[in-house]
């Protein structure tokens, strides 16, 4: 009997941050939609005096003015040239009657972490790479029917099977439409999780190399950077299937022993590297840049709120992810772009907020506020596994949290 042949499936979630919030906004479907504002391009709602039907107002890129940035789009917004990354005043002028809506990173998460557990109970294998994508591990996974229904025991068709499953369980669980790629390993895996999106499920062998992936631009694979890629088109290399007819000697001659053996392997579609399944972080972090550059004396009261949500924030991600920690830091950018950081050493590993937000603050007292601050940020680190030590973990702190900028 032959081995099982290594199958690798990559999940990416679709839009994923405007696809939540479509859920919450169904009106919205359909239409040109971005998100990456702030608090004041909340909806405003209102009851309609004739049918007593709620109406919402929402906000639009036009007359946008501000640093932000698009975090996604939908896909009628990327129709106009809109995309992550992209300013928000750029795409204002673009498309100004696109819709625009706040960031709610709370609600992401908690989708995030529902599509995962809908996966994890079809096929447990999992490297969790981010919010909205995982690999999955389907070497041998199968439906409670498979032992009757395979076709000569097919594993590919088993696989194709369990990501419709996989598919159709992370929308029951969430409502929302993910993209899955079969592949050996999980570089293809991910290329091909790419190429029929929203909603797509990509099987793509070996034999397909030479057709599906080769005729890509180089650009596609994950790992050639912006410097790389232009690196390769000057010197005549646009799409993959060049890049795996090039000379390896050629390419280490210019890419260095390592890289250049790399873009060799990549481009022929060969990956050995294993799916990593339990990922210990180093620490555990949220910040936040502002609409607008904040005064630590005038708006001392918004500075407080937003400092205390992130600690809490933190506090939440510890507990819910099972670890505690030592070293509490403060990352502070000033209006020139200017970034400070600075740390302080607990006696014992807390997940407790006001022992993170106490601590925090403390490290505030040591940099200069002078400047109007562009983003703050707070971070946790020299984390141990909450139940490794149970005397430590979560301390709550008897005396009562000050106001953040008190005394500053």
Same mark, same amino acid.
């Given at each position: 009997?032959?081995?099982?042949?290594?199958?690798i499936a990559h999940l990416d979630m679709d839009a994923f941050y405007a696809s939540?919030?479509?859920?919450?906004?169904?009106?919205?479907?359909?239409?040109?939609?971005?998100?990456?504002?702030?608090?004041?391009?909340?909806?405003?709602?209102?009851?309609?005096?004739?049918?007593?039907?709620?109406?919402?107002?929402?906000?639009?890129?036009?007359?946008?003015?501000?640093?932000?940035?698009?975090?996604?789009?939908?896909?009628?917004?990327?129709?106009?040239?809109?995309?992550?990354?992209?300013?928000?005043?750029?795409?204002?002028?673009?498309?100004?009657?696109?819709?625009?809506?706040?960031?709610?990173?709370?609600?992401?998460?908690?989708?995030?972490?529902?599509?995962?557990?809908?996966?994890?109970?079809?096929?447990?294998?999992?490297?969790?790479?981010?919010?909205?994508?995982?690999?999955?591990?389907?070497?041998?996974?199968?439906?409670?029917?498979?032992? @009757?229904?395979?076709?000569?025991d097919d594993p590919w068709w088993r696989a194709r099977d369990v990501a419709r499953?996989?598919?159709?369980?992370?929308r029951a669980a969430t409502g929302l439409s993910c993209s899955i790629g079969v592949?050996?390993?999980?570089?293809?895996?991910?290329?091909?999780?790419?190429? @029929?999106?929203?909603?797509?499920?990509?099987?793509?062998?070996?034999?397909?190399?030479?057709?599906?992936?080769?005729?890509?631009?180089?650009?596609?694979?994950?790992?050639?950077?912006?410097?790389?890629?232009?690196?390769?088109?000057?010197?005549?290399?646009?799409?993959?299937?060049?890049?795996?007819?090039?000379?390896?000697?050629?390419?280490?001659?210019?890419?260095?022993?390592?890289?250049?053996?790399?873009?060799?392997?990549?481009?022929?579609?060969?990956?050995?590297?294993?799916?990593?399944?339990?990922?210990?972080?180093?620490?555990?972090?949220?910040?936040?840049?502002?609409?607008?550059?904040?005064?630590?004396?005038?708006?001392?009261?918004?500075?407080?709120?937003?400092?205390?949500?992130?600690?809490?924030?933190?506090?939440?991600?510890?507990?819910?992810?099972?670890?505690?920690?030592?070293?509490?830091?403060?990352?502070?950018?000033?209006?020139?772009?200017?970034?400070?950081?600075?740390?302080?050493?607990?006696?014992?590993?807390?997940?407790?907020?006001?022992?993170?937000?106490?601590?925090?603050?403390?490290?505030?007292?040591?940099?200069?506020?002078?400047?109007?601050?562009?983003?703050?940020?707070?971070?946790?680190?020299?984390?141990?596994?909450? @139940?490794?030590?149970?005397?430590?973990?979560?301390?709550?702190?008897?005396?009562?949290?000050?106001?953040?900028?008190?005394?500053?």
């Amino acid at each position: 009997m032959l081995p099982e042949p290594r199958l690798i499936a990559h999940l990416d979630m679709d839009a994923f941050y405007a696809s939540v919030e479509l859920l919450r906004y169904p009106e919205l479907r359909g239409k040109p939609v971005v998100i990456g504002g702030g608090r004041r391009h909340q909806p405003i709602v209102t009851n309609d005096p004739d049918t007593g039907r709620v109406v919402r107002e929402f906000a639009t890129l036009r007359g946008y003015v501000g640093r932000g940035v698009i975090t996604t789009a939908t896909y009628e917004a990327r129709a106009f040239g809109l995309h992550s990354a992209l300013g928000l005043m750029k795409a204002a002028q673009l498309a100004p009657d696109t819709i625009l809506l706040p960031v709610d990173f709370d609600a992401y998460r908690r989708c995030s972490r529902q599509f995962k557990a809908a996966v994890a109970a079809i096929a447990p294998r999992i490297q969790d790479n981010g919010i909205d994508e995982i690999y999955i591990d389907l070497t041998g996974v199968a439906l409670p029917g498979h032992a @009757d229904a395979a076709p000569e025991d097919d594993p590919w068709w088993r696989a194709r099977d369990v990501a419709r499953a996989i598919k159709d369980a992370v929308r029951a669980a969430t409502g929302l439409s993910c993209s899955i790629g079969v592949a050996p390993n999980k570089l293809l895996a991910k290329m091909a999780s790419e190429l @029929d999106k929203p909603d797509g499920l990509t099987m793509l062998h070996p034999a397909d190399i030479p057709t599906r992936i080769w005729p890509l631009p180089a650009r596609k694979i994950n790992g050639i950077g912006p410097k790389s890629g232009a690196k390769l088109e000057a010197l005549g290399i646009r799409t993959i299937g060049e890049l795996a007819h090039a000379d390896l000697q050629w390419l280490i001659d210019h890419f260095g022993q390592h890289y250049g053996g790399w873009l060799a392997d990549a481009a022929n579609g060969r990956d050995e590297r294993p799916l990593v399944t339990e990922m210990e972080p180093k620490s555990i972090s949220r910040e936040l840049t502002f609409d607008r550059d904040l005064s630590a004396t005038r708006d001392r009261d918004e500075l407080s709120r937003i400092f205390t949500g992130l600690c809490a924030g933190v506090a939440d991600d510890l507990r819910r992810k099972g670890y505690v920690g030592r070293t509490i830091g403060l990352k502070l950018r000033y209006d020139n772009f200017k970034t400070v950081t600075r740390d302080s050493t607990l006696p014992a590993p807390t997940a407790d907020a006001q022992t993170i937000r106490r601590a925090a603050g403390e490290c505030l007292k040591r940099v200069p506020l002078e400047r109007r601050i562009r983003l703050l940020g707070v971070r946790v680190g020299s984390l141990a596994r909450a @139940d490794a030590v149970p005397s430590a973990a979560a301390r709550i702190a008897a005396e009562p949290t000050p106001s953040l900028f008190d005394g500053i």
